[in-house]
């Protein structure tokens, strides 16, 4: 089992990261919140029956406890995670970088849940796998995420 898991964290280890720099501003924040998911996971291991996706699976737990670590620890989030796909939506492609930094603070005023589902969404994962990991209908993703690409346009507008 031990080394069932020791794979497994191999080959997601950098999904845990992407949503630990997602909800900590520090690296020492970073890896702090990464053991304590790395904890989580090996708790639930055992209880792992296959029937979603692995990285499903695993970004249920990482969102889970970065969520409840950030809620104890009042951590001022911050973003240095953006897909390819959002960056190149944004207005400007000149200044690329002033760009992201920009989505980046669009992206921090966002409630804990809207993070998790925008992350997913930019991972490309369906409406279907981010519902079994936020815990909702599909329906309501699609829903969801439609108020967050407005509330991301009206922050980035500020």
């Not at 960056?87 to 970088?97: D, G, L, R, V």
């Not at 279907?128 to 439609?146: A, D, L, M």
Request: hydrophobic share 40%; aromatic share 10%; glycine share 2%.
């Amino acid at each position: 089992m031990e080394q069932e898991f020791k794979a497994m964290v191999a080959n997601n280890h950098l999904l845990i990261y992407k949503v630990c720099r997602m909800y900590c501003s520090t690296e020492a924040d970073v890896q702090d919140l990464y053991q304590d998911i790395l904890i989580q996971l090996w708790r639930a291991f055992p209880s792992f029956k296959s029937e979603s996706k692995v990285s499903t699976w695993i970004y249920r737990i990482a969102i889970n406890t970065s969520i409840t670590q950030f809620r104890k620890s009042k951590r001022i989030p911050m973003h240095e995670y953006l897909s390819d796909q959002m960056a190149k939506t944004i207005s400007n492609p000149e200044s690329k970088q002033e760009d992201i930094d920009q989505l980046n603070r669009a992206i921090a005023l966002l409630a804990d849940i809207e993070k998790a589902i925008i992350l997913l969404y930019l991972d490309e994962y369906s409406y279907r796998e981010i519902g079994e990991v936020i815990g909702t209908s599909e329906s309501n993703i699609g829903f969801k995420i439609n108020k967050i690409k407005s509330k991301l346009k009206e922050n980035l507008k500020q």
